[in-house]
């Protein structure tokens, strides 16, 4: 399984980015069962758990609650991130994990969100 990672770049305050991560290779059981994150590390800061869903769930951090949306399709095996109303504190690394439902951890490359005032 290999997550690959897209969607980043470089936005203006207040606009917005979709992150995407497919995971190829991965069959419909491990990702229907699978627990799917974003998470984002920032120069000097500590790491952040962005968002998080499941079959049943999503949850988000409060700095990004209402602004971002995690949604994910199982057929094409992808989980996105939606991000609006960005700031230049949503500048970070943005990472995909995902735990699939036999509890193995994958890890996408992350990709550089970078917002500008």
């Known amino acids: 399984v290999h997550l690959v990672e897209s969607g980043g770049g470089l936005v203006q305050a207040g606009g917005s980015l979709r992150l995407s991560c497919k995971a190829s290779g991965m069959i419909l059981s491990e990702f229907s069962g699978a627990t799917m994150e974003w998470h984002r590390q920032a120069p000097g800061k500590q790491g952040e758990l962005v968002a998080a869903?499941?079959?049943?769930?999503?949850n988000y951090a409060e700095s990004v609650k209402g602004r971002f949306t995690i949604t994910r399709d199982k057929n094409r095996r992808t989980v996105d991130l939606q991000m609006n109303s960005l700031n230049v504190e949503d500048t970070a690394v943005y990472y995909c994990h995902i735990v699939s439902a036999s509890t193995r951890h994958y890890w996408g490359q992350g990709t550089q969100v970078t917002v500008s005032s």
């Open positions: 869903i499941t079959s049943a769930d999503t």
